[in-house]
């Protein structure tokens, strides 16, 4: 059974920063592209970065230059380390699976949650 | 970059059909994909690659997308279907995902 576990989000002071953990199960994340998602209170859904099986990285315009998508495949993991964080990106933050850039999301995180306030 | 216009919200009674739309410049062009999201839980992926079905989605769910706007059609609507439902595509002009801004499904 497939199955996706987001860890590691909290109350954070803007300008600091936060790695999101996203544990896989049933799957080689490796071998997908795997996707992080934000949703914003009472908002809708925001792509925010890719990582391809073969290792290459895509941001959205909002987050670059203060992500950075990651991997460990010896965990099956895959990483969100967040810097430079701002009220506006206070969040529930999804991982999600797909089977290349243009496929669909077919699974999906519980998502964890991320708040920038001081 | 790439802009997906969704209608807020749609409002159907019980029984009818429902029909949620998803504007982009030339979207025929792209492969779209369509998700359920009820308060409080992750997106499920209802429609992908245009018109195909996921297992488990009923068959009154189905797609499709031409021209200027792809839609996601809702047969025989119950209570269950009351959702917010966004359309996605890749952009890969600027190698980014795209979503749409999202529809409120409401069963009257």
């Known amino acids: 059974e497939v199955q996706l576990v987001e860890s590691g989000g909290g109350l954070v002071q803007p300008g600091g920063s936060l790695r999101l953990s996203c544990a896989a199960s049933g799957f080689t994340v490796s071998n997908n592209y795997m996707s992080w998602v934000r949703q914003a209170p009472g908002k809708g859904l925001e792509w925010v970065s890719v990582i391809y099986s073969g290792g290459s990285t895509y941001y959205a315009d909002s987050v670059k230059g203060r992500f950075t998508i990651s991997r460990d495949n010896s965990k099956n993991t895959l990483y969100l380390q967040m810097n430079s964080l701002r009220a506006e990106d206070t969040a529930v933050y999804y991982c999600?699976?797909?089977?290349?850039?243009?496929?669909?999301?077919?699974?999906w995180g519980q998502g964890t949650l991320v708040t920038v306030s001081s | 970059s790439y802009l997906l216009t969704q209608p807020p919200s749609v409002s159907v009674a019980p029984g009818k059909t429902a029909r949620i739309t998803c504007g982009g410049n030339n979207i025929g062009s792209k492969s779209v994909h369509w998700y359920q999201q009820k308060p409080g839980q992750a997106p499920v992926l209802v429609i992908y690659y245009d018109s195909d079905r996921p297992s488990g989605i009923p068959e009154r769910f189905s797609g499709s997308n031409s021209g200027n706007t792809a839609t996601l059609t809702i047969s025989r609507v119950h209570a269950g279907d009351e959702a917010v439902y966004y359309c996605q595509v890749w952009d890969s002009s600027s190698d980014q995902g795209v979503f749409g801004g999202g529809t409120k499904l409401t069963v009257l």
């Open positions: 999600a699976r797909s089977d290349s850039a243009v496929a669909a999301f077919d699974y």
